[in-house]
């Protein structure tokens, strides 16, 4: 179903299933409502999938909300996308309201940049990524949801995301129940670079740090010149040396459990206390 701008259909009752790609696509400023609806894969195609795993695109999602669109699910079952079940696009303002977002192959709900969706009483979970995903500069409601059994996070916030989120539950998650990321230099320089520059830009981040820090040792780090007359301790680097790599070889070798593992424990073991007491 394809809803286009300005275009505010009603659909009651209605099954839309064994697609290929989008159950739904609300364009730029479209509407509409759908009550009770049932959109996604049936359980057959969704093992025909599994069994043949190149016909998945992660990239599909079962509903998708162009920007500005404001359309409305009462009550409706969002399940087995081949990848994400929602995904809201910058700008949209789509509501979800007593819905059930199931068993998608990626996240239940992908909150992009500059979207406003608001997803009261709904029940998302057994998504194989996240349950809810907020993007940088995502917005949006959850109220009185509960976020349980997905993959990986039940909600997780990117740098930059101001979600609101109020009596909801999130729980029994594969990961965290809640990620929050914070804001970072290196992330954020790589997405221009990838974005507007060539690859190669990434790594010139490292020229004007190493400009500055030279400058900066040659301005303030003063020679102080200090003769310290130094000895060889040979005993205690032959006992370090012996413990370490007695230390190492059981450590490679744990999986094989061969013979010789715990007598070089107990060596690694006895050169440690012998090079403790020589120091």
Sequence with gaps: ITIEDNANPVFRDTTVTEIVGRAVVALAGARGRFERCTLGRDPDSVRRIEADPWRLDPREAVVELGPHASTHFDECTIAFGQGWGVRLDSSSEGTFTGCTIHSNFGTGVLI????????????ITRNGVDGVRVEDGGVGTLENCTVTSNLRTGLSVMAGADPSVRGCRIERNGGYGVVVTSGALGP????????????SAIFWLNIPICIIAAVLIGVFLTERPIKVEHTLDAVGSLLLMTAIAALLLPLMEANELRWWILPLLALSTLAFLLFMRQE
């Excluded at 992009?112 to 029940?123: C, H, I, M, Q, T």
């Excluded at 954020?188 to 690859?199: I, K, Y």
């Design 188 to 199: 954020t320089w790589g997405g221009f670079a990838a974005e507007h520059l060539h690859w």
């Design 112 to 123: 992009e940049s500059g979207a406003r969706p608001v997803v009261r009483d709904s029940v």
